[in-house]
Nanobody
Framework: VQLQAYGGGSVQAGGSLRLTCAAS????????MGWFRQAPGKEREFVGR???????YYADSVKGRFTISRDNAKNTLYLQMNSLKPEDAAVYYC?????????????????WGHGTLVTVSS
């Protein structure tokens, strides 16, 4: 299974970005998928996840600003980020679980993509 995240970039505070995660055909649409991020000098942090049935769950820090969606026909996961803040700056990673449901723990996820960098200027 291969995952590739892209769409990162530099944006001013208050701006928006949409990240995309393209999964290989072997990634099952029945698996939960998630987004994590890691800022310099900090631990990897859960951002949000979407279960196989479309149910989403977000970290409090992004709730109301970020939206996760998936297009199973295209094996693609999205992260729409609005009202970006400087503290959102990080490398963002997408991940896939091996089961339909997953939580916030990175141990729930088996496959990880290379990250995409998001920078937010104040």
């Amino acid at each position: 299974v291969q995952l590739q995240a892209y769409g990162g970039g530099s944006v001013q505070a208050g701006g928006s970005l949409r990240l995309t995660c393209a999964a290989s055909r072997r990634t099952s649409s029945n698996n939960a998928m998630g987004w994590f991020r890691q800022a310099p000098g900090k631990e990897r942090e859960f951002v949000g996840r979407i279960n196989w049935n479309g149910a989403t769950y977000y970290a409090d820090s992004v709730k109301g600003r970020f939206t996760i969606s998936r297009d199973n026909a295209k094996n693609t996961l999205y992260l729409q980020m609005n009202s970006l803040k400087p503290e959102d700056a990080a490398v963002y990673y997408c991940a896939s679980a091996l089961r339909p449901y997953a939580g916030w723990d990175h141990l729930d996820y088996r496959y990880w993509g290379h990250g995409t960098l998001v920078t937010v200027s104040s």
